[in-house]
């Protein structure tokens, strides 16, 4: 079965601080590798994705690392607000995804 | 540019009942996921459809099962329900062809007493 590890569980991080949440996978023909962001009571967003042919990617604040060696992708947050406490999944896959046990981000004020 | 749409929002059901929730695509798009979304857990697959039929399928019993529409919008059925299936059911829609990901609705939630 195709496994997914995402870690922390849970993150608290200061305003203005850097948020990093990793994600380790099993399936080499994976060749897509999102970030999803979810908050409340609403599904899952896109937030940020990566093909395996780069090692890192920036939007914004958000930045994924990838290690396509290691089997492993992160997520990083700069500058962290009180609005990117949410919980974020990682969903590698290929026209099927799959996702991530989530880590639940608080951002204190 | 409406996104993924999902009724009910909300839905109590009773041990052994049957229920349908309903999903349309976002436009443009003509593969339907389906994902259930346990309390604190991330969202697990139970089947995609494209062109009407069934492509993949997740490791669910055949008591769930599903439906596409010409229109792309489709159904998810859950026959004899169990106190286990209560979850956020959430509906993806993509393009066949493009791999970028998902867009997701907000979801139904159920909740079997």
New interface residues.
């Given amino acids: 079965?195709q496994q997914v590890k995402?870690s922390p569980q849970s993150l608290i991080v200061q305003k203005g601080g850097i948020s990093i949440i990793n994600c380790a996978y099993e399936n080499t023909a994976f060749?897509?590798f999102?970030w999803?962001q979810q908050f409340p009571?609403?599904?899952?967003?896109?937030l940020i994705?990566i093909r395996p042919d780069v090692s890192e990617k920036k939007e914004g604040r958000f930045t994924i690392s990838f290690n396509k060696s290691a089997k492993q992708f992160s997520l990083h947050i700069m500058d962290s607000q009180p609005g990117d406490s949410a919980t974020y999944?990682c969903?590698p896959g290929?026209?099927?995804?799959?996702?991530?046990?989530?880590t639940r981000l608080k951002v204190l004020a | 540019d409406a996104g993924v749409t999902q009724s009910p929002t909300h839905l109590i059901k009773t041990r052994g009942q049957q229920v349908t929730l309903r999903c349309s695509p976002k436009s443009g798009h003509d593969t339907v996921s389906w994902y259930q979304q346990a309390l604190g857990q991330g969202p697990q697959f139970i089947f995609q459809y494209y062109e009407e039929e069934e492509r993949q399928r997740g490791n669910f019993p055949d008591r769930f099962s599903g439906h596409q529409f010409p229109n792309y919008s489709s159904e998810l059925n859950v026959n004899a329900l169990l106190l286990g299936d209560s979850a956020l059911y959430l509906c993806a829609s993509s393009l066949a062809g493009d791999n970028y990901g998902y867009t997701f609705g907000s979801g139904t939630r159920l909740t079997v007493v």
Wanted: glycine share 16%.
């Fill in positions: 079965q995402q060749d897509y999102p999803y009571g609403k599904g899952p967003a896109l994705a999944f969903a290929t026209y099927k995804y799959i996702f991530g046990t989530g």
